[in-house]
């Protein structure tokens, strides 16, 4: 099939104006501006649309949609928890299911295309059958009161994922946080995760009162954890990454949620262990946390992705990256669209290990895009990422899905 349309983002560094793309079974085979229908082709003219890589959310919690509005703003982290965790038997598999598939459908509405999403209730899936979007379905778990079944778990959710050949879906591993998981459990997620090539992730350094329970475990997080907890690992005077450090927690190319509260002498850690950190832009301002250390990031050259959480923590109830992106250049007017939107394209992709396959339209890629009806004058990174209209059309391996406008 052969794309005709008026311009095409390919990355950052080239866009075709007007932007051809003809793909097969799939996959990209080519891109330019003067590509030429082969005999008997297929072809879509779109000449008024742009088109552009479909984005990656590398942090979201697409089960827990049912609680936007319902937790209080401005919360300390504690405290949103201890409003949390009393909700969370209430939401039955058929809540967190009906949730997962209005996210994603509005997430595609949005522009994104693959979502890393982290999972606590695996009961959420029965019934499930495709998405709107790619899914890493993040299995999180947490030992705090008994250890899990690791092997048994991921080979049953290997054995569900086989069951959608067609779905699009894929796994990935999170122990929760270490304040919740053992080293013993970060050791077997990373060997799980090496083993079966999975991507890795965990909630690190988020907030202020995880970095003061490892420092002197006088935190209100304290109370929320089980009083008779036996973990001599968590010792006072220590940071979230150097608790990391000291129990060798953390593979290689792990995905860091939050990552709010490192500190200079951490960043060198993260970066020998190719880190990748997912800031969630309105999650950090709903909880008026301190101003995300951006500068010291980049100093470093430890890469940063754009996630949304949940409508949980956050007046994003659509899982927009757009929104993500514009609050970002809001509190980083130093930052220029084009790199932003490297950390919703390239950065994740290469996070995922896709970075051969998502982030980018060019050949041997997969056929994964969003078409934007954009004024095709103007910089096309600035007027999408400023839009607020939902796309025309989505695309993910090959199979076009037009949007209609509510």
């Excluded at 401005?74 to 949390?84: D, R, V, Y």
Aim: proline share 9%; charged share 20%.
């Amino acid at each position: 099939m052969l794309i005709r349309a008026g311009a095409l983002i390919e990355s950052t560094n080239r866009v075709h104006r007007p932007g051809h793309l003809r793909m097969e079974k799939g996959e990209i085979i080519a891109v330019g501006s003067n590509l030429e229908p082969l005999p008997g082709e297929e072809i879509l003219s779109i000449p008024e649309i742009t088109l552009a890589p479909g984005w990656i959310n590398l942090h979201a919690h697409l089960e827990l949609s049912s609680l936007s509005g319902v937790l209080r703003k401005g919360n300390t982290f504690s405290g949103w928890l201890e409003e949390l965790l009393p909700l969370l038997p209430t939401l039955t598999p058929e809540v967190r299911r009906s949730s997962i598939l209005t996210s994603t459908r509005h997430a595609a509405h949005s522009g994104t295309t693959s979502i890393l999403s982290i999972l606590t209730q695996r009961t959420a899936l029965a019934g499930l059958t495709s998405t709107p979007t790619r899914v890493w379905w993040a299995l999180e778990f947490s030992d705090l009161r008994e250890k899990p079944n690791l092997t048994e778990i991921v080979d049953q959710a290997t054995s569900w994922i086989s069951r959608h050949p067609n779905a699009d879906w894929h796994l990935a591993l999170s122990p929760h946080a270490p304040y919740t998981a053992s080293p013993s459990l970060y050791h077997e997620l990373s060997t799980l995760a090496s083993q079966n090539h999975l991507p890795f992730t965990t909630h690190l350094a988020e907030s202020v009162d995880e970095t003061e329970f490892f420092a002197n475990q006088k935190s209100s997080l304290r109370h929320l954890l089980p009083a008779d907890l036996d973990r001599p690992d968590l010792l006072p005077s220590q940071s979230p990454a150097e608790w990391c450090q000291k129990n060798i927690a953390l593979p290689p190319r792990s995905i860091l949620a939050h990552g709010n509260e490192f500190s200079l002498k951490d960043l060198p850690y993260l970066k020998e262990r190719s880190a990748t950190i997912v800031h969630c832009p309105t999650t950090h301002q709903w909880f008026e946390r301190k101003p995300f250390p951006f500068n010291s990031y980049q100093t470093h050259q430890i890469p940063i992705a754009l996630g949304t959480d949940s409508p949980a923590s956050s007046p994003n109830l659509h899982f927009d990256l757009r929104l993500e992106a514009r609050t970002f250049l809001q509190n980083h007017p130093s930052c220029n669209p084009k790199s932003v939107w490297e950390m919703l394209t390239t950065v994740p992709a290469l996070a995922l290990g896709q970075g051969k396959t998502l982030g980018v339209l060019n050949t041997d890629y997969c056929a994964d895009w969003v078409g934007w009806r954009i004024p095709l004058g103007q910089d096309p990174f600035t007027s999408i990422l400023q839009g607020t209209e939902p796309a025309e059309m989505t695309c993910i391996s090959g199979k076009i899905t037009p949007h209609e406008k509510i």
